[in-house]
Nanobody, 125 residues
């Protein structure tokens, strides 16, 4: 339905910043709930942030509130995740995702049918 490609990951020192991007093709993201998840080695995939249609309400995991900001461009073809004050525990592969089903379960992995392949974020101490 929609194809997603993440970019912007890399290596950063604790306290630094990174900006992740997710480019979409195949269908406008305005038709979807969209989200960022992350997965560290040996751990389950974890919710980070989401934008809920149709009102555009943004939700964040408690672990990233005040540090991360999710946004969508005006053309609804790209997602962004601005990550500030990064901590070593933020180290993970970060995925963008899109889901078309009508649901309130925006923090649940199975809500999203379309996923990017991920981009690695590594935060050194």
């Amino acid at each position: 339905q929609v194809q997603l490609v993440e970019s912007g990951g890399g290596l950063v020192q604790a306290g630094g910043s990174l900006r992740l991007s997710c480019a979409a093709s195949g269908c406008p993201l305005s038709s979807y709930d969209v989200a960022w998840f992350r997965q560290a080695p040996g751990k389950e995939r974890e919710f980070v942030a989401a934008i809920k249609r149709p009102g555009g309400t943004i939700f964040y995991a408690d672990s990233v509130k005040g540090r991360f900001t999710m946004s969508r461009d005006n053309a609804a073809v790209s997602l962004f995740l601005q990550m500030n004050s990064l901590k070593p525990e933020d180290t993970a592969v970060y995925f963008c995702a899109a889901g078309s089903a009508i649901t309130s379960a925006i923090r649940i992995v199975r809500t999203y049918a379309d996923w990017g392949r991920g981009t690695q974020v590594t935060v050194s101490s």
